[in-house]
């Protein structure tokens, strides 16, 4: 999926994530955390955001692979998430929201 993944689509699909979410730098957490930066960062990572239990005993970092599977279905690949969204039903979809996340940097 990845490889095929556009940022530019990935961009046009994140509108329905900003109902709970930001993505700039230094932006407010909403519902959900700010997610600028989080390729690569550690799980549960921001100090000023409550995350659920099951989020925040995870451990591990965000790469691409594990982001993927969270957008994808984020209550299969975590159960106990606070997050509300169902998930992009289309892998490609998912995969170009990912590829728009890398580019938050």
Known sequence: MM???????GKADI?????????????KNKVGPNLWGIVGAKRAHK?????SKA???KGGSWNAEELLKFVHGPRKYLPG???A????RKPQDAAD???FLETLK
Do not use: E, Q, W
């Open 55 to 57: 989020l925040a005993t």
């Open 3 to 9: 490889s095929n993944a556009d940022a530019s689509r």
């Open 15 to 27: 509108k329905r994530c900003a109902i709970c979410h930001t993505f700039n730098s230094g932006g």
């Open 81 to 83: 998430t606070k997050m």
């Open 85 to 88: 969204f169902a998930g992009y």
């Open 97 to 99: 929201v990912v590829a």
């Open 47 to 51: 100090d000023d955001f409550s995350y």
